[in-house]
C-alpha cells in the first residue's frame, strides 16, 4: 500500500446525521494512512451537530472544500431537510460527477438519488425508511434485498452498520481483499461479506 496513489475522502456532514454512519466508514478508511485522507466537508466549515448530540468539525465548506476522489454521504434523521436543500444537492451533483466512487449509507442515499445521478443505476438503502427514499429517485433501480449494492462509481448500503461493509467491499476493490481483511481483523469486525445478506428487509416486510 506505500506506493499506492493517495486518494482524498470527503465525507459529507449536515445537521442530525448519523454517528455510526460517518465514523464506520472512517474508521475503515481512516487506517490506510498514507493511502486515503479522510476529510470532513458541510456546507459551511465549522461543528456540526449529530442526530445524536456530539458534534463534529467540518473541515471545509462547500465552497473551499478541495478536490474528492471518494465521497461518502451518510443518513439520519437531518435527510429530510437536507433533501430540500439546493445547495446539498448541487455540491452532491457536482462533486459526485467528478470522483472515482461516491457512496451512501441508509437514507444518505435519497439525497444522492435526489441529484439525478443514480437514475438507472441499481441502488438500496435503509430498509426501515425504504419507501420514502424510494419517492426521492423514481428512476433508480431500487433493490429491496441487499446489504449493499455496487453499480458502476456507486456504492449504496442498507442502514448504519451496514456502510461498514460496503466500506470494506470498496476498500478490497480499490486496494485488495488482503487489506480489508486487515482492516477488519484490526477493528476486531465480523465482516459480511455477502452483498445479498439481508435479514432487515424481511423485518420490515419489503420481501
Not at 1 to 11: D, K, S, V
Not at 58 to 82: K, M, N, Q, S
Not at 100 to 111: D, H, N, R, Y
Request: net charge negative.
Amino acid at each position: 500500500m506505500a506506493n499506492a496513489e493517495t486518494r482524498r475522502l470527503g465525507i459529507v456532514l449536515y445537521p442530525e446525521f448519523e454517528l455510526l454512519d460517518v465514523f464506520g466508514p472512517a474508521e475503515m478508511f481512516g487506517m490506510l494512512k498514507g493511502v486515503v485522507d479522510v476529510v470532513m466537508v458541510a456546507q459551511h466549515s465549522g461543528p456540526v451537530t449529530s442526530a445524536q448530540g456530539p458534534e463534529i468539525v467540518a473541515r471545509y465548506g462547500f465552497d473551499d472544500a478541495p478536490h474528492l476522489d471518494l465521497i461518502l454521504v451518510p443518513g439520519g434523521f437531518g435527510t429530510r431537510a437536507e433533501i430540500d436543500n439546493p445547495a446539498m444537492i448541487e455540491f452532491l451533483r457536482r462533486r459526485t460527477d467528478t470522483c472515482e466512487i461516491a457512496m451512501t449509507v441508509c437514507t444518505g442515499t435519497a439525497l444522492l438519488a435526489k441529484t439525478g445521478l443514480l437514475d438507472g443505476h441499481r441502488a438500496t438503502t435503509n430498509k426501515m425508511f425504504f419507501q420514502w427514499v424510494v419517492e426521492q429517485g423514481p428512476r433508480v433501480e431500487w433493490v429491496k434485498a441487499a446489504r449493499w449494492v455496487e453499480d458502476g462509481k456507486f456504492a449504496t448500503s442498507s442502514g448504519v452498520s451496514a456502510g461498514i461493509d460496503m466500506s470494506l467491499a470498496v476498500i478490497s476493490k480499490l486496494f485488495g481483499e488482503q487489506t480489508s481483511n486487515q482492516l477488519a481483523v484490526a477493528a476486531e469486525y465480523d465482516w459480511h461479506r455477502d452483498a445479498n445478506w439481508d435479514p432487515f428487509a424481511r423485518i420490515h416486510g419489503l420481501v
